[in-house]
């Protein structure tokens, strides 16, 4: 071939004898390479609206990415860009673009006139092309049609069309998915309908399929179709993709309708050589569109169907949901009619608890027994708590990437070890009027099955479900409270005609079975609290630590006992008491008295349990309590006539003993009762009491005055007083109503003062002796305090004298004898010396004596110093101990201090065979505190009083010293533990 910049080129023979674009193209590239001796060529063709790669030559096209030709195309003309030349050809709406890479750019000018007879070729080309593929198409479609022959059956639909596909192409197998699922960037079918897989030897296509984001965009969203080819495509994704169903070639073509895509078209072939033309694209679409519209009313006539089916299954589900008001009957047939209904895999009734944040299965279909026992849902958490809580439907259309969490730890456990059994998950709440009060939830293996329709119907079938709980809930609470009323009757009809063992255990029967409980038993106490009496029903009776540990336990209501607190085996238990303070028995605000009931108006106690851990309701607690006060109630009554009747012969017998007059008059004033001491007064006066009126009884003097008090006794609630007499005897009278309303009887007490008044007498007379007794007391004890302080003064005097003056004249004297014996030698000096060792020790004793006599050292530095003193002068070692803030008391405390020290000091040297002794002094705001102990051997009272009677005043003598001055002393002693005396004085 000629390929000089002036010669004109000549197209080969195989542009205009191509049969399809792709072969126009490999022709056209192999022509273009060579006669512009470029490195690289690739042709794209505008087809549909789209610019496509349908052949290329030679190297470098990576450069080409179809931007440079899609601006040629678009603008008209050639465009360059570095090595790249784009050459359009045609028009923009139907033509085609070269595109070089380093081609001579005088050969491209020498081509660029060839540009229409290349469109036209192109054009010849794409006529021949569809019309060989409208024809084929055609012919598919009318064979489609005849075969549905206006079926609407989906099912039918969808295996035809796969047929139809597979046959058409000539390949051997073909599938059609509808969308179960679609995302923003993802879709995935439900099951697939298939023709050929079966027989392929790899055991038939199982489940769906899923597009990725590349597939999904091209199919779905731009509607191509997917050409897969194993030798072209190998090492891609896509070949990665499809190396399950390991085809040779194949294509997936989008089906939509409506605007809605509704899934794909799959048709492969798996012969060696097998190829793919632009014909068998054309005809995949055309007969996806046929199919589509053919799916498409087949679904629309599917779901009214359904609907309709759907309708009607509502219409017995709601029939046969209110069928019966029995509320087992009713959550068994919701769980049927939910699961078949909804195809579900299983389902279950949440319950809302009385604390409004924990949810609990009620009823489960197709649930794990331990799943049913271990879940506790919280309101708010999982699918389940969310639906209670928003009071909405909630779907979680696959559990394992929804992100819901899981309702309970046991749930949330499941989830995270990948052993969550279900999938599909729907919770609709139960709700009334009221409030939401629980949850229906269904349950899936696999990813959620229903569409919108579906979970609209589920709503409907909600509200029926909670009307019918509710009407069944209701019907059930009338029941219960029926039963309730039955069972309080039984037993406070079986206790009010019989106390004995036998009744308490059938009351003990009764009351556990209607708190459904497994066993039982009534522990009674007696007036001072003790358990005296226990009836059981299918229990031994419990041994006496057990009914106290069962006692122990009781609080002011019904509660709750954990299996610590209940009796062995037990898994749950209640225990209630059973008190007697009921205002309705006795009076309101009334407490009863010891003999109806025990401390706190405690009878005893009622106790149930139950093998299992579930704890009692609030229901099964206020049930309790009405048993328990109903029991309360009879036992209080029957214990109260009891305590009455024992009463009444207690009064009785008082009155019958009594020295005063009792007599009872009717609302008429006649005596209708009298006891022995009115008896016995009145036959002294020739009266009978009984049958006379009470007015009449008195001396005509004395009557107004009881007239006056009957008048009082009727009108003030205090009653009526009065002094009468009757013969000699002076009464005084106190009347009291007894009853109410008008013509109430009258109660009068009658007191004779006659012995009263000589009584008065005597007391007048003997206070009179016991004042002048206290008065001489008073003077006694004035000339004893004088008496001591004179004493005190005289012994100050001689203290005085004796240090002043005969200490003065002994120490002159002992001065004298010492110089005289200075001069004196010998015998002589010997003597004078003894003389004045007597006269020294003279001295030391008249000057003890004065120290003893009245302590300088006292009045000097006063009391903590002449105490110390004193300790070192004891014989017995003593010690000093001072507490508070130390200050000087009054002259005559701290005299009467020293000499109570003084005094108890001089009887443990004497008495106490002490080893050691102390003075303890407390100084506080109201006075002194002085403590004197002593380890000794101590003494009994009995000793004490033996010694004062032989003459021993010295535990007197401190005790009279000590109220002289205003004080106390307590003397605390025991043989063999010492001996302690207490001086309390004020200052």
């Known amino acids: 071939m000629n390929t000089s910049a002036t010669a004109f080129p000549i197209l080969p023979a195989a542009l205009s004898a191509a049969q399809s674009v792709p072969e126009f193209g490999a022709a056209l590239c192999a022509f273009a390479c060579e006669f512009t001796r470029a490195h690289g060529v690739r042709v794209w063709v505008k087809a549909d609206g789209h610019l496509s790669d349908v052949g290329c030559e030679g190297r470098g096209l990576g450069l080409s990415d179809g931007g440079l030709a899609g601006r040629a195309l678009t603008q008209g003309r050639a465009q360059e860009e570095g090595m790249l030349c784009a050459l359009p050809f045609g028009t923009a709406q139907a033509g085609g673009v070269l595109e070089f890479v380093g081609a001579d750019p005088e050969c491209i000018a020498a081509l660029a006139a060839l540009g229409p007879l290349l469109a036209l070729a192109l054009e010849g080309v794409q006529a021949r092309e569809a019309r060989r593929g409208r024809g084929r198409a055609a012919e598919t479609v009318e ?52 023709y050929g897989f079966e027989d392929d030897g790899d055991g038939g296509f199982q489940g769906g399929i899923g597009l990725g984001p590349v597939s999904f965009r091209r199919v779905v969203k731009q509607g191509e179709v997917i050409l897969y080819d194993r030798v072209r495509d190998a090492g891609t994704p896509m070949a990665r993709s499809m190396q399950e169903m390991n085809p040779e070639v194949a294509l997936i073509a989008p089906l939509s309708a409506r605007g809605r895509p509704l899934g794909v078209l799959y048709v492969d072939s798996r012969k060696p050589g097998a190829r793919l033309t632009e014909d068998d694209t054309w005809l995949v679409l055309t007969l996806a569109e046929q199919a589509s519209l053919a799916i498409d009313n087949a679904r629309l006539y599917g779901q009214e169907t359904r609907k309709r089916e759907n309708a009607e299954a509502l219409r017995e589900a709601g029939a046969a949901l209110a069928g019966s ?159 309730e009323a039955a069972v309080l009757l039984n037993v406070g009809r079986l206790l009010a005609e019989d106390q004995s063992d036998a009744a308490l255990t059938e009351a003990a029967r009764l009351a556990t079975l209607a708190l459904s409980a497994g066993r039982g038993l009534i522990a009674l106490t007696d007036s001072s609290g003790a358990l005296t009496r226990c009836a ?17 336990q009781l609080g002011r209501g019904p509660r709750p006992l954990t299996r610590r607190h209940a009796l062995p085996v037990a898994g749950s238990a209640l225990i209630v008491p059973l008190r007697a303070d009921l205002g309705t028995d006795l009076g309101v605000g009334a407490r009863p008295g010891p003999d109806v009931a025990g401390p706190g108006g405690l009878l005893g106690f009622l106790y149930a349990d139950d093998p299992g851990t579930e704890p009692p309701s609030d229901r099964v607690l206020a049930l309790a309590r009405s048993v328990a006060d109903q029991m309360a109630l009879t036992l209080s009554r029957e214990r109260l006539l009891t305590a009455l009747a024992r009463e009444e012969a207690r009064y009785r017998q008082l009155s019958e003993s009594a020295h005063d007059l009792i007599l009872s008059a009717d609302g008429q004033g006649v005596v209708t009762y009298a006891n022995p001491a009115a008896t016995r007064l009145l036959h002294a006066r020739g009266l009978e009491p009984v049958g006379t009126p009470l007015l009449d009884l008195p001396t005509p003097d004395t009557r107004p005055a009881l007239s006056a008090a009957w008048m009082a006794a009727h009108t003030h609630l205090a009653g009526g007083r009065a002094d009468i007499q009757i013969g000699p005897h002076r009464l005084e009278v106190r009347l009291s109503p007894v009853g109410a309303g008008p013509g109430e009887g009258v109660l009068m007490v009658a007191r ?36 001591t302080q004179a004493q005190e003064e005289e012994r100050r005097r001689i203290s005085r004298e004796l240090h002043d003056d005969t200490a003065q004249v002994l120490t002159a004297t002992s001065r004298r004898v010492a110089r005289l014996a200075r001069d004196l030698e010998g015998e002589r000096r010997e003597r004078a010396d003894d003389i004045l060792a007597d006269l020294d020790s003279a001295i030391q004793g008249v000057r003890r004596f004065a120290r003893n006599l009245r302590p300088s050292v006292l009045d000097d ?70 403590a004197i102990s002593d380890d000794g051997q101590g003494f009994t009272t009995a000793h004490a009083e033996a010694r004062a009677q032989a003459g021993h005043l010295g535990l007197i003598g401190l005790r009279e010293r000590v109220a002289l001055a205003g004080g106390h002393l307590d003397v605390q002693s025991a043989p063999g533990q010492g001996t302690t005396l207490v001086f309390d004085l004020p200052g």
């Not at 046991?410 to 949850?439: D, E, I, M, S």
């Open 143 to 194: 064979q489609l049609v005849r075969r549905l022959g206006g079926s609407l059956d989906l099912a039918e639909v969808l295996t035809a069309t796969a047929e139809s596909a597979a046959l058409a192409l000539g390949f051997e197998r073909a599938f059609v998915g509808l969308f179960s699922r679609v995302e923003e960037e993802r879709a995935h079918t439900g099951d697939v309908f298939t």
């Open 325 to 483: 008001l029995h509320l087992h009957d009713t959550l068994t047939r919701l769980m049927e009619r939910a699961t078949t209904l909804f195809r579900a895999d299983a389902a279950g009734v949440y319950e809302l608890q009385p604390d409004g944040r924990t949810l609990v299965i009620r009823n489960a279909v197709g649930l794990p027994s331990e799943y049913v026992l271990r879940v506790r849902a919280k309101v708010g958490a999982g699918v389940t708590g969310r639906a209670v809580e928003s009071g909405e439907r909630v779907t979680a259309p696959d559990l394992r990437t929804a992100h819901l969490g899981g309702g309970s730890r046991y749930t949330r456990q499941l989830l995270a070890q990948g052993r969550y059994p279900y999938r599909g998950v729907v919770a609709l709440p139960l709700k009334t009027r009221v409030g939401t009060f629980g949850a229906l939830t269904l349950y899936w293996e696999d990813a959620l099955p229903l569409d919108a329709d579906d979970l609209a119907l589920t709503e409907v079938y909600a509200a029926q479900a909670s009307l019918a709980l509710e009407n069944a809930r209701l019907y059930e609470e009338e029941l219960r409270r029926e039963r």
């Open 536 to 552: 059981t029903y299918n229990l031994h009776r419990p041994s006496p630590e057990d009914l106290d540990a069962l006692a122990g």
């Open 752 to 787: 004779d003062l006659s012995e009263m008044q000589q009584l008065a007498e005597e007391i007048a007379r003997r206070g009179q002796a016991l004042e002048a007794a206290t008065s001489r007391t008073v003077e006694l004890r004035t000339y004893l305090t004088l008496f």
């Open 861 to 930: 530095l006063g009391l903590l110093p002449a105490l110390e003193w004193l300790a070192t002068q004891a014989q017995t070692d003593t010690r000093l101990e001072v507490s508070g803030q130390d200050r000087r008391l009054n002259p005559t405390v701290e005299l009467t201090v020293f000499r109570l020290a003084q005094e108890a000091l001089n009887n443990v040297d004497k008495h106490a065979r002490a080893g050691t002794a102390a003075i303890r002094v407390a100084f506080t705001e109201e006075g002194v505190r002085v």
